[in-house]
């Protein structure tokens, strides 16, 4: 159940991110005026519109969830420091407390990374599976090397000494 609840709150937060980034690239030059009149340069609309959209995407879909969200949260915290930093105005302390939320369950999310229906999670599942091929191959390979080493020494009519000797000294 808790998975549940991880993958429908990495749905909500991503939401919000898709929702801003197509804002922003949609209304470019409000974006702009807002941005510079926060003294910062001009001309950052379009990159953050982008990184916002990007990245709710890859939240949405589980790509590289714990690196987004790490990243996501340092930016929504930036934009406290930036944007909601006149705490006396009931709004501006409504919006950093907003964010300050956001970068809290982006921070949970960090923590959460690899989570069921993600596409992390299903990498992951891919890697697990090829691993165990592999070790079971290796050892499927090692029985008819040892077999095989078997019947040559009884072909040459050798009895075939097995030396038992402790795991440590092997």
């Known amino acids: 159940m808790s998975m549940i609840a991880v993958f429908i709150g990495r749905l909500f937060i991503a939401v ?4 801003s980034g197509v804002n922003k690239l949609i209304h470019v030059a409000d974006t702009n005026a807002m941005i510079t009149a926060a003294g910062l340069p001009g001309g950052l609309a379009i990159p953050t519109g982008l990184f916002e959209l990007i990245a709710g995407v890859c939240l949405a879909l589980g790509i590289a969830t714990r690196l987004w969200s790490i990243l996501l949260a340092g930016f929504v915290l930036l934009t406290i420091l930036f944007f909601h930093r006149e705490f006396t105005d009931p709004m501006q302390a409504m919006m950093a407390m907003k964010n300050l939320a956001i970068a809290g369950g982006l921070l949970c999310l960090f923590g959460y990374g690899h989570t069921r229906w993600s596409y992390d999670a299903m990498r992951q599942r891919r890697r697990d599976e090829l691993a165990t091929h592999q ?5 499927s390979e090692a029985e008819l090397r040892a077999a095989r080493a078997e019947g040559r020494a009884e072909a040459v009519d050798t009895p075939v000494v097995v030396e038992k000797r402790p795991f440590w000294r092997r």
């Open 135 to 139: 070790a079971q191959q290796r050892a």
């Open 16 to 19: 919000i991110f898709l929702v």
